[in-house]
Structure formats: structure tokens, C-alpha cells
């Protein structure tokens, strides 16, 4: 199995309700059927039929959300109220999208979080000479800061021209702001922005456990505001994106390695999702789309959705972010010490750890004692069963913050502090 950001490679449920008639009143006649509710503006059936389905439960469910938590049935001429209790309600939030509370936790109303979320995820179209390029982005301020992938972006170069599309057509041109190859982030802004932006709402992607419910909102396809849903299937998912892939202007990438310790979804990602918006059930933004994973050429090379994609979690995101708008440039946290796979005896057991192969002088390892040979097993509790895992892990915290390794050393386990340095630009 290969991992490629999707638009680099261009590979990469509803609300229940019912009403009960009280026991002791004869049936109601038949009632004339309700005619069924429009489309919208979304693509015709013919061309993708699921998508006509979900913009139908979606309508459906802003109307019920919209329609109050009380109803009266007319049963044989006599008044006999019934009331029926909402999927979920909305609570506004002054400088942020509404905050949805959901009535039923096994069975989000999807159709409430995505009227909720909409205003706040954008799609961005790069025009260059060459070719041109389509992904998405979430509303990061009032500002007009839009955050969304570098590989989203970075081939606009001087010469291309960004426009952003707002969830109710209108289109505004962006320049960027920052852009963190590393990370794969990066921070445009809308030119002459208008002042009733809905920036998106932060979550905690420090609280997600795996089995919990997940929406991506993005322009996959050119399919602005495409919503699919799925679930976290796992977390600390360490995923390294090379450094030979392809952008979506068929030039090669900037060539720097990007490694996440990403959230893992099933929620479906294709070409277009990058930069758009990973959310939980009430709304909140958990992470920036980012990547899919691909069958290699040797099994039968397939591109798109397969159920597995990744996110870079809204911890990671909003660290870079800020600094992209303070400064254009972000700072990353430096361990200092080159590692290696291996396998290590651990007690009784063997498991897989990061075997550190040197340690740089004067560097946050070198001064809290590890030395060549550790092998590192963890971070903070969090397994590290690889060197890439160890670097997604460094990666995903701040410089100055503290953090304790956990290391095998002469077959004994011990637990070191280490507080992390900025990382130098020369070092990789």
C-alpha cells in the first residue's frame, strides 16, 4: 500500500423521527402525501445519484430542525397533541459556525451538522499558464484567512491566481499568506473579504477516540460542498507522503518529506477533499483532509476513495496556522536524533521501536541523556513503533513544550523528560 496527498496524485445516517397517536383515539383518515422536496442547486441525478440523495436528507433535516419540537395531529375532527423530540438542535456561536447538540449520539443527524458547517468550508481554484488545479479550505477567521493543504496551493507559484468560492457562490481572489511544506498547511487570504464570513469552529482532536463520528465537507471532484460521513477508524496514524509525488499541475512537488500523525477516517476523500474540513458530530472541526491511501502498481493500482483517508488533527493545525498569519512562516519542534526501524525485546515481548542511530551535540536529546542505541517505544504514552511514527509525533507538538520518551535501554525500560527546541531550517 502507497500513501500520495489525493490532489497531488489525483488518486488520492439520518434523522429517525416518528409520532404516536394516543391509544384511545380511532385512526386518522388518510392524509394527502406531502410532495417531495427539491434538490436544490446540486448536480442533476443522472450524474451522481447519491449525491441528489444526500442534498434530499440534508433539506430534510433543516426543515425539521428548522420546524420546532412540538407538532398537533387532528385525529377524527379533535385536537390531540403529540410531541416529538428533535435528532438535534443548534446553538449559535458569535465569531463561529453554530455548535450542533445532538438528541440521539448513536445516530447523528447529519443533515443538521452540515447546514452547520457549509458556511465555513470553501473551494479553491488555482489557475496557472500551464493547467489548473481545484481543492478546498475552512474559513479560519473573520479576517478572510483560509486554511487548507500547501499541495493545495503551492502551484500557484508567482505567476498563478487563486479564487475562493463561499458556499453561496460568491467568489473572491486570494493571495497566500504562509505555506509550511512540512506539514502540508497553509494559510490564503480573500482579497476585499467580506465582513459576514462564518469561521469554522474548533474542536478537540486531543479527545476523539477511535469509533467516533466523523463528516468530511469538501469540493472532491469539483463537487463543491460535497459532505460524506464515516467514522475515526484509528488515531496516531503515522503516514508519510514521500517526496516524489506529483502536484495537481503535473509539476514535482517542493521535495519535502511530510510525515502526520494523522487522524485515520472513513469518512470518503477523493481528489478536490484536500484542505476541506474533517468534523465530529457536533460540528467542530477536527482536521484538514489531507490524504488518501492508494493500492500500489503491484496490486492493481487504484485511485480515489478505498474507505481509508487521513486528516491532520486541529491541534496541529491550528498551531500552524496562527504562526502563518503572525509571521508567514511556522516553527516546528526539534528532537535532535536520527532514528532507524527496529524490533527490541521488551520484557517477555518484542516490540517494533525507533532505534536511535546518533544524537546531535548541544541538542534537546543530547541534554536530557539519550543516547545512541535507545530505542524509543513511546511519547507521552503514545506508542512509536517506527521512525516515521516518531518523527509524526515530534512534529505534531511546539517548540519549548516538554514531553517524556519512553526508551528501552539495555533491555530495561526508563521514562525521560525532554523539553523540545526549535527545529534549525537546515535540518531535516
Request: proline share 6%; net charge negative; charged share 15%.
Amino acid at each position: 500500500m502507497t500513501l500520495a496527498p489525493e490532489d497531488r496524485t489525483q488518486q488520492i445516517p439520518q434523522a429517525d423521527y416518528y409520532s404516536q397517536a394516543a391509544p384511545t383515539a380511532p385512526p386518522a383518515p388518510p392524509s394527502t402525501p406531502t410532495p417531495p422536496l427539491g434538490e436544490g442547486s446540486r448536480p442533476a441525478p443522472k450524474r451522481d445519484r447519491r449525491l441528489g440523495q444526500t442534498v434530499g436528507v440534508a433539506l430534510l433535516a433543516a426543515v425539521l430542525a428548522s420546524g420546532g419540537t412540538y407538532a398537533v395531529t387532528q385525529l377524527d375532527g379533535q385536537g390531540t397533541s403529540t410531541t416529538t423530540t428533535p435528532t438535534a438542535t443548534t446553538s449559535s456561536n458569535q465569531n463561529s459556525s453554530p455548535t450542533v447538540v445532538q438528541g440521539n449520539a448513536t445516530a447523528p443527524d447529519w443533515g443538521a451538522v452540515a447546514a452547520a458547517v457549509a458556511p465555513s468550508v470553501v473551494s479553491i481554484d488555482v489557475t496557472t499558464q500551464q493547467s489548473s488545479g481545484a481543492g478546498s479550505g475552512v474559513v479560519f477567521d473573520k479576517s478572510g484567512h483560509i486554511l487548507t493543504n500547501n499541495h493545495v496551493v503551492e502551484g500557484a507559484g508567482s505567476n498563478g491566481s487563486i479564487t475562493v468560492t463561499l458556499s453561496d457562490g460568491r467568489t473572491y481572489d486570494a493571495a497566500v499568506v504562509g505555506t509550511d511544506p512540512s506539514t502540508d498547511l497553509a494559510v490564503i487570504k480573500l482579497t476585499n473579504a467580506p465582513s459576514d464570513l462564518t469561521p469554522i469552529t474548533l474542536g478537540d482532536s486531543e479527545a476523539l477516540k477511535v469509533g467516533d463520528p466523523t463528516m468530511a465537507v469538501g469540493n472532491p471532484l469539483g463537487l463543491s460542498g460535497t459532505v460524506t460521513t464515516g467514522i475515526v477508524s484509528a488515531l496516531n496514524r503515522p503516514v508519510s507522503t514521500g517526496t516524489s509525488s506529483q502536484s495537481p499541475f503535473g509539476q514535482q512537488s517542493s521535495g519535502n518529506e511530510v510525515v502526520t500523525n494523522a487522524i485515520q477516517t472513513s469518512a470518503a476523500i477523493n481528489p478536490g477533499n484536500s484542505g476541506g474540513a474533517l468534523v465530529n458530530a457536533k460540528g467542530e472541526l477536527i482536521g484538514i483532509n489531507s490524504s488518501i491511501a492508494s493500492l500500489g502498481q503491484g496490486q492493481g493500482s487504484q485511485s480515489g476513495n478505498i474507505g481509508i483517508g487521513f486528516a491532520i488533527p486541529v491541534k496541529e493545525a491550528k498551531s500552524i496556522a496562527d504562526q502563518l498569519i503572525r509571521s508567514g512562516k511556522a516553527q516546528h519542534a526539534f528532537l535532535g536524533v536520527s532514528t532507524r526501524d527496529t524490533v527490541v525485546t521488551d520484557g517477555s515481548a518484542k516490540r517494533a521501536g525507533a532505534q536511535v542511530v546518533s544524537v546531535s551535540n548541544g541538542t534537546p536529546a543530547a541534554n536530557a541523556g539519550i543516547r545512541t542505541s535507545d530505542v524509543i517505544i513511546a511519547v507521552d504514552g503514545q506508542r512509536v513503533d517506527s521512525a516515521t511514527a516518531l518523527v509524526g509525533q515530534i512534529r505534531e507538538m511546539t517548540a519549548g513544550e516538554k514531553t517524556k520518551l519512553t526508551i528501552i535501554r539495555g533491555g530495561s525500560r526508563q521514562d525521560v523528560e525532554v523539553t523540545l527546541a526549535v527545529k534549525p531550517d537546515s535540518t531535516s
